[in-house]
C-alpha cells in the first residue's frame, strides 16, 4: 500500500519550534521531488517550500523564508521541514507531496499527497 504520512505537528508558541515529517511507505521518495503545503480554514491551500530529488535544489515561500528549513534523507525515505520562529499566522494543516517533476511551489503540480497534520501557533 502506497502512502505519504506527515507527522509532527502540533501546539506551539510563538517563536517555538517544530519538525515536520514525510515519511513515505511502499514507494521511495527519491525520484520525486517533494513539497510542503498549508491550508488554513478559509484559505487557498498554499505552497511553503520544496525540495529536489537530490537535495540540491529548495525553494520556499517568501513568508517563511530564514525560519523553515527543507531537508530530504532518501536512506530513510523521508523529509523534513525543520520550522523556527513559528508565528500565529503559520498555523495550518501541513501536507507533503510527490511530483516527478522540477520542485515548484505549485499544489496542481504535484501528484500524491498525505492526509496533513495540523500547526496551531498559539499562546
Known amino acids: 500500500q502506497l502512502q505519504l504520512v506527515e507527522s509532527g505537528g502540533g501546539l506551539v508558541q510563538p517563536g517555538g519550534s517544530l519538525r515536520l515529517s514525510c515519511a513515505a511507505s511502499?514507494?521511495?521518495?527519491?525520484?520525486?521531488?517533494i513539497g510542503w503545503f498549508r491550508q488554513a480554514p478559509g484559505k487557498e491551500r498554499e505552497g511553503v517550500s520544496c525540495i529536489s530529488r537530490s537535495g540540491g535544489r529548495t525553494n520556499y515561500v517568501d513568508s517563511v523564508k530564514g525560519r523553515f528549513t527543507i531537508s530530504r534523507d532518501n536512506a530513510k525515505n523521508t523529509v523534513y521541514l525543520q520550522m523556527s520562529s513559528l508565528k500565529p499566522e503559520d498555523s495550518a494543516v501541513y501536507y507533503c507531496?510527490?511530483?516527478?517533476?522540477?520542485?515548484?511551489?505549485?499544489?496542481?503540480?504535484?501528484?500524491?499527497w498525505g492526509q496533513g497534520t495540523q500547526v496551531t501557533v498559539s499562546s
Open positions: 511502499g514507494f521511495t521518495l527519491d525520484v520525486y521531488a
Open positions: 507531496a510527490t511530483t516527478p517533476g522540477p520542485c515548484t511551489l505549485s499544489p496542481g503540480d504535484y501528484d500524491y
